[in-house]
């Protein structure tokens, strides 16, 4: 069965934790997306979020690939 992640970047009301082992949340791999993050790479970096046992990588990808009308739109606003 696969699971697909969906993030919703509107909704801040929704907070789920994403990486387990860093205790990091899907906001602030989204806040790190806002920010400009636009790889695995730079959200490892940020905030090392799919560092360790790598079983959050999955979904922080679908996270970066779901987020491109969130990160045009913030850039836009700066």
Do not use: H, W, Y
């Not at 082992?21 to 791999?29: F, L, N, P, Y």
């Amino acid at each position: 069965m696969k699971t697909t992640f969906n993030a919703d970047l509107s909704n801040p009301a929704i907070t789920m934790l994403v990486c387990i082992c860093k205790g990091v949340s899907d906001r602030r791999i989204t806040e790190e997306i806002r920010r400009g993050a636009c790889t695995l790479r730079q959200i490892q970096d940020g905030c090392e979020a799919g560092t360790d046992c790598k079983c959050c990588v999955r979904q922080i990808r679908q996270m970066l690939a779901s987020s491109g009308p969130a990160r045009q739109s913030a850039s836009e606003s700066r």
